[in-house]
């Protein structure tokens, strides 16, 4: 079998998605799993990413996470803004960093799978395994069995 973890199939870019799929089918056996965590890109663009803002603290040092989303749904890319500020006593450190993640349409995935030979295609809610996915279910799990 293989898995894809920390949602590796929302970095591929749409036009190596296939190329992907079909390198993988090709290294599985038939009757393995691949087994993923992924974005519900159907639930994502009904509900977009919202800004957050995150704080941890711990004695004397307290973390400060703000999260910028940008969603563009002509490339179905997502565009997260990370801004941390590192605080402990009087001494702060700053940093940034963009990661760009793509969404996939439930319908694009399962037929990309489909095409690439695997048979059976399902989906859990990541925070409620293990109930099946609901269209609102924004993380989810997926196992595919290679025919």
């Known amino acids: 079998g293989a898995a894809a973890f ?3 199939l929302n970095y591929i870019a749409p036009a190596n998605r296939l190329a992907f799929i079909d390198a993988l089918a090709a290294r599985l056996l038939p009757g393995a799993w691949f087994i ?3 974005w519900n890109g159907d639930a994502v663009l009904r509900d977009p990413p919202r800004c957050e803002i995150r704080n941890k603290t711990q004695g004397a040092t307290t973390v400060r996470q703000a999260i910028t989303p940008t969603l563009d749904v002509t490339s179905g890319q997502v ?4 801004e941390i500020d590192i605080r ?4 702060i450190e700053r940093f940034s960093e963009d990661l760009k993640l793509y969404i996939w349409p439930s319908s694009e995935l399962i037929g990309a799978l489909r095409k690439a030979g695997f048979a059976k295609v399902e989906f859990w809610d990541y925070r409620q395994f293990p109930r099946h996915a609901k269209p609102d279910s924004w993380r989810m799990w997926m196992r595919a069995i290679r025919q």
């Open 79 to 82: 565009t997260l803004g990370y």
């Open 88 to 91: 402990h006593g009087a001494s």
């Open 36 to 38: 993923t965590d992924i």
């Open 6 to 8: 920390f949602h590796v």
